[in-house]
Nanobody
Framework: QVQLVESGGGLVQAGGSLRLSCTASGRSFSGYAMGWFRQAPGKEREFVAAISRNNRGVTYAESADSVKGRFTISRDNAKNTVYLEMNSLKPEDMAVYYC???????????????????WGQGTQVTVSS
């Protein structure tokens, strides 16, 4: 069993930055593909970014309000932690952000929430205009 705990959310002005962290319990973090998702009020949860277990594969949402170019996902397997660096934040980025993980023997990343087994409790990101 793996527990994921997010931190780093908060209130920031538009154009500002935040870094979210997600720390996993257990000893097998390096065997997990990880992802970040978010859910805004009244909307479904959506994919934000994902990273492979070996830190070599990353991908970002390609939606209209794309985070690509503004957000960076990374991980430190020695610290059992995955990060989401968020820059140039916009009011539409405001949401509860969740990290998710799944064990894998591949070096793939996963963009569908159905692929993930473990979820954190979420951390609120509020962006004021």
């Amino acid at each position: 069993q793996v527990q994921l705990v997010e931190s780093g959310g908060g209130l920031v002005q538009a154009g500002g930055s935040l870094r979210l962290s997600c720390t996993a319990s257990g000893r097998s973090f390096s065997g997990y593909a990880m992802g970040w998702f978010r859910q805004a009020p009244g909307k479904e949860r959506e994919f934000v970014a994902a990273i492979s277990r070996n830190n070599r594969g990353v991908t970002y949402a390609e939606s209209a309000d794309s985070v690509k170019g503004r957000f960076t996902i990374s991980r430190d397997n020695a610290k059992n932690t995955v990060y989401l660096e968020m820059n140039s934040l916009k009011p539409e980025d405001m949401a509860v952000y969740y990290c998710a993980g799944r064990p894998t023997t591949t070096n793939l990343y996963y963009t569908s929430e159905k692929e993930y087994i473990y979820w954190g409790q979420g951390t609120q990101v509020t962006v004021s205009s």
